[in-house]
């Protein structure tokens, strides 16, 4: 069961460790702008941010089985679709399809487990799961080297499909069916007041010309897009207040704590979100083919990858204070690093991977630590589904932004400033991180 959970769990975390490598592909393919090209990366986060508690729900009334195999298919429909589309347009509808059914991969494969695997065994078995994220982007800018290396961008996704098709029927044949529970109720009205007001804030960043930023809120699609997005989060904390089953409990933030937890969580997303852009960067930069700037992510991934439990055993010395506040300093360190110097391959390379240290105290432990801790037994899960949410807002605007940024300006002198904004919002997280409450380890 686990083997066919870890093969539906990393085909959809390869997807998002691929699309980094790929950018540069669609861009020549389509001849997009880095404001255009960020909707690669912008939509499947919108998507699979909404399509969360959707997903959840269903599975809770049809059976994680049926969910899990439907997602994964689904996926790979998605995956059909980017691989043969015509115009960037599809490649969108496309990667819209993959959002969503991403969405419903993970919560699956993760209930299955609470299900199914004795509780003396459950933490690790999701402990197995949780590493499939780390795996596939070890593994993903590799595989995209190689792929680019040899053929067009359009093999990356349709290799997908196949895979899809057989995990997705394993699945269904293999897998224990498990019972429907009691029908939720299902939160529309949130739901749809979220997505409207995160794509409006999304597209109204990703207007902003960064050269003329207070001239171009006046236009309608960026300003009045952005105050759109203002309304729509005063609604939607109405709609919440008043649904029976919310999305998001708004009490939750009458702790400090938990506000500070969830907007360090939106910064690393922010920053995550620079992930997408590094290997057009070191195309601009280096004057490498789409292949070798995969190759040259790994750094960064691999910092990443083994920061995160070795952040997590000093946690427990030193508590979640001072890693928070170390993550955030390292990214804004790492960011600042390549922002003033670009061209340089030692800065691009230790300041990648001062990034990537940076994301893992964050991204690893340390939010999740403060959020189990300051929230009630019966409300750790919702807390959690509160930093998924963070993080996610954080990548679609983290995605928006650095697009209206680097588009400001050409080739790398672009991305040097994009990268320079994002490490202003490190520097601000450092400074929020300051005022997390000092706590002895557990």
């Not at 995209?144 to 044949?173: K, M, N, S």
């Not at 739901?191 to 999304?202: F, K, S």
């Amino acid at each position: 069961m686990l083997a066919v959970l870890f093969c539906g769990v990393l085909l959809a975390a390869l997807d998002i460790a691929i699309t980094g490598p790929a950018l540069p592909a669609f861009r020549e393919a389509f001849a997009l702008a880095p404001r255009s090209a960020a909707w690669v990366f912008n939509v499947f986060v919108l998507f699979n941010l909404v399509g969360v508690p959707l997903t959840t729900r269903w599975a809770d009334r049809v059976g994680r089985r049926t969910v899990f195999a439907a997602a994964v298919a689904t996926f790979g429909a998605g995956a059909l679709v980017v691989a043969l589309a015509p115009s960037f347009s599809v490649l969108l509808a496309g990667r819209a399809v993959q959002g969503a059914a991403a969405s419903g991969i993970f919560p699956a494969a993760s209930a299955m487990v609470g299900d199914t695997v004795p509780a003396e065994r459950r933490g690790r078995a999701l402990g197995i799961l949780g590493a499939v994220y780390g795996l596939a982007f070890l593994i993903g800018p590799a595989l995209a080297g190689v792929v680019l290396g040899v053929a067009d961008w359009r093999w990356l996704y349709g290799l997908v499909v196949p895979f899809t098709v057989l995990v997705a029927a394993i699945a269904w044949r293999m897998l224990p069916p498990t019972q429907a529970a009691r029908p939720d109720t299902i939160d529309r009205q949130g739901i749809a007041t979220l997505g409207l007001t995160l794509a409006a804030l999304a597209y109204g960043v990703n207007q902003v010309d960064a050269a003329a930023p207070l001239r171009s809120l006046l236009q309608p699609d960026v300003g009045g897009l952005i105050a759109a997005a203002g309304i729509g989060a005063v609604l939607f904390v109405r709609v919440e207040r008043r649904a029976a089953d919310p999305l998001l409990r708004i009490d939750l933030f009458r702790n400090r704590q938990i506000v500070l937890a969830s907007l360090l969580g939106i910064g690393a997303g922010i920053a995550e979100a620079t992930f997408i852009f590094f290997s057009d960067l070191a195309v601009a930069a280096f004057a490498v083919p789409k292949s070798t700037a995969s190759y040259m992510l790994l750094p960064l991934v691999a910092a990443v990858a083994l920061g995160a439990p070795v952040a997590g055993r000093v946690l427990d010395r030193v508590g979640s204070r001072a890693i928070a506040l170390g993550g955030m300093a390292l990214l804004t360190l790492g960011l600042a690093a390549i922002a003033l110097q670009p061209t340089a391959r030692v800065v691009f390379y230790g300041g990648s991977v001062t990034l990537g240290l940076g994301l893992a105290c964050l991204l690893g432990s340390a939010l999740n630590y403060i959020l189990l801790q300051e929230a009630r037994e019966a409300e750790r899960t919702v807390v959690q589904g509160l930093n998924t949410m963070a993080l996610g807002i954080g990548q679609l605007l983290g995605g928006a932004l650095i697009g209206a940024v680097a588009a400001s300006a050409p080739g790398v002198a672009g991305y040097a400033q994009a990268f320079g904004v994002v490490a202003v919002v490190g520097a601000c997280g450092t400074g929020l991180a300051l005022g997390l409450r000092k706590r002895a380890a557990a």
